[in-house]
């Protein structure tokens, strides 16, 4: 992966009297920059040395340096519309959602069309979506496309249905009722096609800056033709290229590998969809829901065959394959295609090529030591967790309580070798880092719990990791200068075993500490996000 930053002017960057998250000194407290690279981290007193040759002094005043976050798994264009829009996944009933969307039809009224996000009826006391004529009344006829929270399904006015015809034909289409599949990707084509280049352009942008104050230095774009639009795809590639703020790496979800290579995507990867969604009963199981009247395991869209003859063009193609899966029989398909892949061209190849596998929620002990075998990236969002899991969550309420229990397991993951990936899938759930490592590290099924320092390397290096890059995402010499700055309090090594935890705070371990991220306290606030040596953040009035 080469840079994709503006060019700019390096300035020799000391920054000094603070902590700095660094392998090579885990009691740092300063670092020198230069040439947008880590030049040295170490000690107070060495940092005398470099403070005349510099072109500037960073006093921390006791801040915290760390790598910059990635976020592994973003739409971007959506969640600048969610950002500046119609959000409605703080709505806490079906009532609250339509003064919502009456609200913003009245405060846009001269929109082609009206674009939100994130109901969840499953968190509202109606139980039920939007109905059609109930979105028609609220927004005036205009065309109005609504996705539920996790993007799998969406509801309408009828205007939007208008605008594509035979959607009545389609699969996923049932009259009444939330669109989901090939219904639901042909109303999003219309949908995105209505928004002038603009509206994209400035919600690409509101993204930026909102990672950026987060101390989030590299986004996963996953666009695909059932996702976005290549316009929508190139047009952010083109913006990080020619803006500052966090790099964007592109991935382009299509089973034609010469199509994602030509629109500059490092992957025919991303969401590549084997299956759906939990939410949406779109996730593809062995067993039925728990929650459907007549049986019903969901939806495969790529059997085991697609899946193999797809590894294969990629890996050949010198890119990197990668699906969207997340029930168990979704999961399985893939793992049998890519076996199937390393029985052609080798396994060697395979696990160079580190495909990846996005969302893989629903994982046995079996396709866990397949990810392994294979060399699979489990690209994840512990925020799905800590939104849906526990014994009265989503999860719960569609598969029943043993199967939910079994979701994102990712001490199992990291005990078996697999590399591990954070995203946020945004704007399913939010752009928030360091709540994503506290809810990897507080998982709501104590058995899957990692401790804080692993969850925090997934998170950083380990979206790097999926990219192929082995040389960043800590803060070392020779590494890309990408860091963010904190105001945060203690610093502590947390893990789930108090055995390791005791070991680990004893200075002659050399563990380097990070902010306490016990459940209900603050998280750190961002101060500065740096990306290749150049500032893209800084928290006014700081």
């Given at each position: ?15 000094r ?7 090579a ?8 920059v ?10 107070e007193?060495?940092a005398?040395?470099?403070a ?9 005043e ?7 976050f990635?976020?592994?798994?973003v739409?971007?264009?959506?969640t600048?519309?969610?950002l ?9 009933s ?6 919502k969307?009456?609200?913003?039809a ?5 929109d ?15 139980r ?5 004529d ?8 205009r ?5 539920r ?7 309408v ?17 049932r009259?009444?009722e939330?669109l989901t ?9 219309a ?13 690409q ?5 909102h990672?950026?104050?987060l101390?989030i230095?590299?986004?996963?774009e996953c666009?695909?033709?059932e996702i ?7 047009g952010?590639?083109?913006l ?30 991303g ?6 969604s939990?939410g949406?009963?779109?996730a593809?199981?062995h ?5 459907t ?6 939806i495969?869209?790529l059997d085991?065959?697609?899946v193999?003859a797809h590894?294969?063009a ?5 890119l ?7 029930g168990?029989?979704?999961?399985s398909?893939?793992?049998?295609g890519?076996?199937?892949a390393?029985?052609k061209?080798g396994l060697a ?7 990846r596998?996005?969302?893989?929620e ?6 866990i ?15 799905f ?6 014994e009265d ?18 001490a199992?993951?990291l ?7 954070f995203?946020?899938d945004s704007?399913?759930?939010p ?11 507080f998982h709501?099924?104590?058995e ?5 320092r ?5 998170h950083?290096?380990g ?9 960043a ?6 590494a890309?200068a ?5 105001r945060?309090?203690?610093?502590v090594?947390?893990?789930p075993d ?7 705070t ?15 306290g603050?998280?750190?606030v961002?101060?500065r ?14």
């Open positions: 992966m080469t840079e994709t930053l503006p060019d700019t002017e390096h300035r020799t960057v000391l920054l009297g603070g902590d700095v998250h660094s392998p000194d885990p009691f740092a407290t300063a670092m020198v230069e040439r947008g690279h880590v030049a040295w981290v170490g000690s007193g060495a005398d040395a470099f005349s040759g510099v072109d500037e002094v960073v006093d921390l006791g801040a915290l340096v760390t790598p910059a990635v976020d592994a798994h739409h971007t264009t959506a600048g519309l969610a500046t829009g119609l959000d409605l996944s703080a709505a806490a079906l009532a609250e959602a339509a003064e969307i009456r609200a913003h009245a405060a846009r009224p001269a082609r069309i009206l674009i939100g996000h994130g109901w969840d009826a499953s968190r509202w006391p109606e039920r979506a939007p109905r059609r109930e979105l028609d009344e609220l927004t005036g006829g065309p109005l496309y609504l996705t929270i996790d993007v799998h399904s969406a509801v006015t009828t205007a939007l249905l208008d605008l594509v015809p035979g959607i009545r034909e389609l699969t996923g289409f009259d009444g939330p599949g090939d219904a639901h990707h042909a109303v999003r084509r949908a995105y096609a209505a928004l002038s280049p603009e509206q994209r352009t400035e919600a942008r509101a993204t930026r800056r990672a950026a104050s101390g230095g590299t986004l996963h666009g695909g033709p976005s639009s290549e316009g929508d795809f190139t952010l590639l083109d990080a290229r020619s803006e500052p703020g966090p790099r964007v790496v592109g991935y382009w979800a299509d089973l034609d590998v010469e199509r994602a290579r030509a629109l500059g995507a490092v992957g025919a990867a969401d590549l969809f084997a299956d759906g939990l949406s009963h779109t593809c199981l067993d039925s829901y728990a929650d009247a007549a049986p019903h395991t969901g495969a869209h085991a065959a697609a193999a590894v294969v990629a890996t050949e193609a010198g990197q394959a990668g699906f969207h899966a997340i168990d029989a979704a999961i398909a893939v793992v049998e890519v076996r199937a390393s029985e061209l190849r395979i696990r160079a090529a580190r495909h596998v996005e969302h893989a629903m994982l046995t002990p079996e396709t030591a397949a990810f392994a075998e294979l060399g699979l990236t489990a690209s994840v969002q512990p925020a967790d800590a939104a849906w899991g526990g969550g989503m999860y719960a309420e569609r598969l029943g309580a043993e199967r939910a229990r079994t979701l994102n397991p990712y199992a993951l005990r078996a070798g697999v590399p591990l990936a995203g946020s704007p399913v759930t752009l928030d880092p360091w709540g994503t490592v506290r809810a990897a590290a709501r099924t104590p899957h719990r990692i401790s804080a692993a969850a925090f390397t997934a950083t290096r979206g790097w990791r999926a990219v192929g890059r082995d040389d995402g800590t803060l070392v010499p020779g890309p990408d860091y963010a700055i904190w945060a309090d203690e610093l090594v947390q893990a108090d055995r390791v935890a005791r070991w680990s004893d200075p002659r371990s050399g563990t380097p500490g990070l902010p306490d991220l016990t459940p209900g603050e998280l750190p961002c101060l996000t740096v990306v290749f040596g150049q500032t893209v953040f800084v928290r006014p009035n700081e």
